[in-house]
Structures are given as structure tokens and as C-alpha cells.
């Protein structure tokens, strides 16, 4: 099994444009989550999913959108990006139970210029 | 509102030293507390949880309800101990988590 895996590793992108980042699951995990690492700030929870076609906003949802149109991928849209969200993002997913571990991706470093 | 303090930003500690990172929480709530490990060029994993009350690698954490912390303490570090440690705070529906700013362990020998 793969885990969590995001695709890509590494982005540049100019201020204004457009992308998308996925994130795939292989463990069947219900519940899926985007975060952000800025240095000093820790991670922060950007957007989340606890099923199939659900989303729901987390601590810093502006500027972002997703989508969850299968249970295993969940993606995370810059429509219009700005240097305020260079950032390493990283996925996790978790099976929704009381057990709570939450599995992580290896990360995907964006920088805006 | 919830909130996950880790005072440290950076913790260096000789070989075979105690260590002992702090947490502190706010949560109005029963608290589920973390703590999360990122090792150089790997993964941030799961360390232990208090509701297991284990201990994993050495360590250990306890939470204090009183004085709502939930510290990391190892009494014997190792080189291999070295990475980034994050505290974290379940909080909500969907299992969400509310993270500390993390604590950077060097261990040195």
C-alpha cells in the first residue's frame, strides 16, 4: 500500500495562476484533510472531508476551494495564487473512527512568486 | 477557542539528558491530546496518544488537566530522537486537529 501520496513534490508558480493539488488515498479512509506549514505557525487546517462528496471549511479556508468527488482523492485548488500562500501543504487522511490517527502525505512545497 | 501552546521553538539536549517538551492547551471540552513526530525527510507520523496511555520509543506523555498541559518526557535521549514534535488537540466533528507551533529536538552527543 501507498498511504497518502501527493502529486506534485514541488510547484512555482507566478502570482495569479492557477493549480491543482491531489491527494490519493489506497486505505479507504473516510475522512481526508488539507493542511498548510508555515515556519513558526505549526500546521494549519485548510479544508476537510468526511465522506464522499463533503466538504467543509477549516481554520484557513480563503483563497482555496476543493473538491472530493471520490472517496480516495481529495483535491486542493489555488484559483488565483499569491505569495501569502507559499507553503508546504501536506494531506492526511483517517478513517473517521475513535481511534483518530490521522495518516500523512509526504508534502508538496509551493512557492508564489 | 481552542489553542495548542508549545512555548519552544527549538530544544537541544545532550545524549543521554532527560527531556521533556511542553504543551499547554485551551479547550472547553474532555480533551484528546497527540503528539506527532516529523523526522528529517520523512512523514509526520503519530507518536502516542494519552488516551492510550503507552509508551512509544521511550516516551511518555501525561496529561494534566489542571494544569492543561500534556508534556512529552523522555528520560534518556538519543541521537535518533532528534526531529520536529507537534502537540496537537482533537477538537470537533470530523476528527479535526488543532496543532501546536511545534518543537524542534536536537539531541547532540
Known amino acids: 500500500n501507498a498511504g497518502v501520496t501527493q502529486t506534485p513534490k514541488f510547484r512555482v508558480l507566478k502570482t495569479g495562476q492557477s493549480m491543482t493539488l491531489l491527494c490519493a488515498q489506497d486505505m479507504n479512509h473516510e475522512y481526508m484533510y488539507w493542511y498548510r506549514q508555515d515556519p513558526g505557525m505549526g500546521l494549519r487546517l485548510i479544508h476537510y472531508?468526511?465522506?464522499?462528496?463533503?466538504?467543509a471549511k477549516g481554520e484557513v479556508p480563503d483563497g482555496y476551494n476543493v473538491s472530493r468527488l471520490k472517496k480516495q482523492n481529495f483535491l486542493l485548488g489555488l484559483e488565483s495564487a499569491a505569495p501569502s500562500q507559499t507553503s508546504v501543504y501536506f494531506c492526511?487522511?483517517?478513517?473517521?473512527?475513535?481511534?483518530?490517527?490521522?495518516?500523512f502525505g509526504p508534502g508538496t512545497r509551493l512557492t508564489v512568486t | 477557542a481552542q489553542r495548542v501552546t508549545q512555548p519552544e521553538k527549538l530544544l537541544s539536549v545532550f545524549k543521554g539528558a532527560p527531556v521533556e517538551l511542553k504543551c499547554n492547551y485551551s479547550y472547553s471540552g474532555s480533551p484528546e491530546l497527540f503528539w506527532y513526530v516529523q523526522y528529517s525527510r520523512q512523514r509526520l507520523q503519530l507518536l502516542l496518544r494519552?488516551?492510550s496511555r503507552e509508551s512509544i520509543k521511550g516516551f511518555t506523555a501525561d496529561l494534566n488537566k489542571g494544569e492543561t498541559s500534556f508534556h512529552l518526557k523522555k528520560p534518556f535521549a538519543q541521537e535518533e530522537d532528534s526531529a520536529m514534535y507537534y502537540c496537537a488537540l482533537l477538537t470537533g466533528g470530523g476528527n479535526k486537529l488543532t496543532f501546536g507551533t511545534g518543537t524542534q529536538l536536537k539531541v547532540e552527543l
Open positions: 472531508s468526511v465522506g464522499e462528496g463533503t466538504t
Open positions: 494519552h488516551i
Open positions: 492526511a487522511s483517517s478513517t473517521g473512527g475513535v481511534s483518530y490517527e490521522q495518516y
